[in-house]
């Protein structure tokens, strides 16, 4: 069993729809979640970040984290077709100094595409 | 946010050849890491780059093969040595401040082996 746990897609919804994508974990003691956004031939670029459980929203963006189902979501609303990318979870246990524990362990990511 | 600057953004090796990534930070940054991410795939984690000792390598990766240099607190190097048509990939570096805060990528590498 993967750590992180990504549904590949592709995901494909109209312009204007709202967007959830979801990763599960297996490592109780992740407290890091993030989430990147990767559009072809570039490097990942931090979209959301979230400390513990509870939600964040930033514009169109909202994360939601549920440490108790080890379960994480983002959702977009009203989604462009500016959005079209692959976005990746990522985690971490993020206790400093703690060899190994700051690492980041990515999902699949998920390929979305909003078309007009 | 930190700005990291890679370079070459791509090459053309040929087989048995080496290659050195070098990896740029616009601040000092506690930890640097090096992934490799293979077409299609998601971003696998080589090693962690540690300033002034050994790099800290994951399963599956060892020193021989992607030797890492991090001299300070704003540059490193990761070198893939001896390669075949395996190894073409994208290599993307990161940096992150410490504790578990947000992780900064650079555009990546995108290698081909020929």
């Known amino acids: 069993q993967k750590e992180v746990e990504q549904d590949p897609g592709p995901l494909s919804v109209p312009e204007g729809a709202i967007v959830s994508l979801n990763c599960t974990y297996s490592n109780s003691a992740f407290q890091y979640f993030m989430w990147y956004r990767q559009y072809s031939r570039k490097g990942p670029e931090l979209l959301m970040y979230?400390?513990?459980?509870g939600n964040k929203e930033d514009g169109r963006f909202t994360a939601q984290v549920d440490k108790s189902s080890k379960y994480i979501s983002l959702f977009i609303r009203d989604s462009q077709p500016s959005d079209s990318a692959t976005y990746l979870c990522a985690m971490s246990e993020g206790t400093k100094g703690l060899q190994g524990a700051q690492k980041l362990v990515f999902g699949q990511g998920t390929r979305l595409t909003i078309n007009p | 946010s930190a700005v990291i600057s890679q370079k070459p953004s791509r090459d053309i090796c040929q087989r048995g050849t080496s290659l050195t990534i070098q990896c740029q930070v616009d601040s000092q940054v506690t930890m640097m890491f090096w992934y490799r991410q293979q077409p299609g795939q998601s971003l696998t984690l080589i090693a962690t780059a540690n300033q002034g000792s050994e790099a800290t390598y994951e399963s599956g990766f060892v020193i021989d093969k992607f030797p890492i240099s991090r001299p300070n607190l704003t540059f490193s190097t990761l070198t893939v040595s001896n390669m075949s048509p395996e190894d073409s990939s994208i290599y993307l570096c990161?940096?992150?401040?410490?504790?578990?805060?947000?992780?900064?990528f650079g555009q990546g590498t995108r290698l081909t082996v020929v």
């Open positions: 979230t400390y513990s459980s």
């Open positions: 990161s940096a992150e401040r410490g504790g578990g805060t947000e992780a900064f």
